[in-house]
């Protein structure tokens, strides 16, 4: 049976065109597949790589249609299709919708998905947040925890209680989820982080052992004063950048562990600061010396992290949320209407937590 709606998306179309929005009627009734369900989307995050995907957008190397902005999403479940097992219609839900150069973004009323190729979908725990209800809170993790997940686990780590680890961007919202896995489930002994003077105090009381300021003197000699003076001069198991860092290269053998300890650096930006208002692609490609860390005569395991979409993290996440073991960080909530005020925000690269569009109460 027929049944149309209205279905807004923020979009854009090549690496010069803003974002702006579309309508276009869905037919409800016919639009899914019997492996596919509908989300009625109420919330969806930004997240920074977005800008660069767009910086990168060459009409002619990505077409002209329309393409949709962002990946975290939280809704209810409207549609189920006859071959869909576990979810069903009013489950409400949150979750990572991977895609690349897509005309489904997240920041739509209505998103279809086939759970069985989008795995990183879970059913929402109730939150009881203080400022923010619970379609707000759970659009705002899927992507930076799964991140901050496999940057812990998928390189055969074995971090605990006597291990150590440095987050260079301790503020960003994917070392904010990676310092409370960190802490609230593996019980990791040691995370120093570094960020900025002014952000010491909403660091500490996330869990950071240590924090190193990175606007105040040199971050290599006052990260190694707190491995002096607080550590036994002690190294690293894993170095984390969530930020676009190269200084610790040159002295990577008094910071981190030999390799044959099972240490790690792992990066999700590689050597470059991303720059959010102007993204450059080769900013965050790898560039040779990272290549050569690579290589197999490498000194370093190192690692360029990209996100994979897995049905693991997200119901890790969940699990944690319900337990009160991680609490999402919400830097700001936007109305659909108000997106470019979202967007500028996300773009200031001072945003504590995920910037959020509300898409229906
Ligand atoms: N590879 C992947 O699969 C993947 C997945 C997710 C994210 N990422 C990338 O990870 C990066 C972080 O993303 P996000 O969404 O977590 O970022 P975000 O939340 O937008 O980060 C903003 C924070 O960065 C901190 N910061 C700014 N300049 C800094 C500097 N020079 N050194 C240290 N901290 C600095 C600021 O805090 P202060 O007050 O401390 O300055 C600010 O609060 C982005 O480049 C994103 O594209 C990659």
Redesign the pocket.
Known sequence: MSQKVANRSIVFYNSQSPPSVITEELDLGNCFSPSELVVKIHAAAL???DF?LQGFAYSWLVGKGPKGFSRDYSGEVVKVGANVKDFKVGDKVSGLFQHLYGKQGTLCDYLILDPSKQPAISKISPVGHPEYDDYVINASWA??F??AYQALHNYGQNLGPDSKVLV?????????ALIQIAKNRMKIGTVVG???K??FE??KKLGYDYLAA??DGSTVENVKQIMKNNMGNEKFDLIFD????SEFFECINDVLKDKCQNSHYVS??GDK??N?SNPRIRD?LPGWESIRRIGPFRKYNYK????KPEATFAKIGSEMIAQKQFVPAV?SVYAFEDYSKAFER?KS???????VIQISQ
């Open positions: 997240n920074p790589v660069l992507l930076v799964g991140t260079i961007g301790a503020s960003t919202s994917v070392s904010n570094i960020c900025s002014k952000s909403y660091n990175y606007d969530s930020v676009g860092n999700v930006t600061k991303l959010y965050s360029l992290l990209l996100l830097d996300l690269n001072k945003a504590k937590g995920k910037v």
